[in-house]
């Protein structure tokens, strides 16, 4: 695995890309490209960094694997390319924008402009054997994805984790509550949001209030 990350995030990282745990991950990674179909594409493995320079980060949307079907994933977590249908979970992101900000429904799923406004779309997993969901968990994407929810923590001031579901809420305890929010809801699933979890949850305009309050632009979602 060619680690092609942001020049920003390499500064910071870079003592991970040394460690064992890493250079054992790599070599996973690349023996599933070789032999299985994964996603996303190689070049899109670090894309949410690429969107995101590291001093430029004011918004955590924290996923946890990347979509597992033909032409979805693109390395930035909840979000498809132009052209493709949106997955459950998206449309009830955007079911929720339009309640809270009275944003129209878009008519793509591509996040890449939320993301170059300074919202990290990271998946705790950053890639995925075809149609297998969770199929590269626990091989050390998670141990170098909490790394980066630490450095987030420690070095930047006032940034706004969004952390929908259990397994996102379980990463709070990474990051420092004095100089950040913390924003928690049910995941956007339809098995989570049918029951109450997600809408209604004004994530997005509340996220906009703390970050005008820092002295920050807000997102235009």
Not at 147 to 160: F, M, P, T, Y
Not at 185 to 201: D, I, K, M, Q
Request: glycine share 8%.
């Amino acid at each position: 695995m060619n680690v092609d990350i942001h020049p920003s995030w390499k500064a910071v990282l870079e003592p991970e890309f040394e460690k064992d745990y890493f250079k054992t991950l790599a070599t996973f990674v690349r023996e599933e490209y070789t032999w299985h179909t994964c996603y996303p594409k190689g070049k899109d493995i670090f894309k949410a960094f690429d969107f995101c320079p590291f001093d430029a980060v004011k918004v955590v949307i924290l996923g946890q694997d990347p979509y597992h079907g033909p032409g979805q994933a693109h390395g930035l977590c909840f979000s498809v390319p132009e052209g493709i249908a949106m997955p459950p979970s998206l449309i009830n992101i955007f079911k929720e924008l339009e309640t809270d900000l009275n944003k129209p429904f878009p008519n793509s799923g591509n996040l890449e402009h939320w993301a170059k406004q300074g919202v990290l779309l990271l998946n705790a997993t950053l890639t995925v054997r075809a149609h297998q969901a969770g199929s590269h968990q626990n091989k050390g994407w998670e141990t170098f994805t909490d790394a980066v929810i630490r450095r987030i923590s420690e070095e930047q001031q006032g940034v706004v984790f969004l952390l929908w579901g259990g397994f996102a809420k379980k990463k709070a305890s990474l990051i420092n509550t004095q100089k950040h929010t913390v924003l928690t809801s049910g995941h956007p699933s339809p098995l989570s949001a049918n029951r109450g979890y997600w809408f209604g949850n004004k994530h997005f305009s509340e996220t906009n209030r703390k970050l005008e309050n820092a002295g920050k632009t807000k997102i235009n979602w």
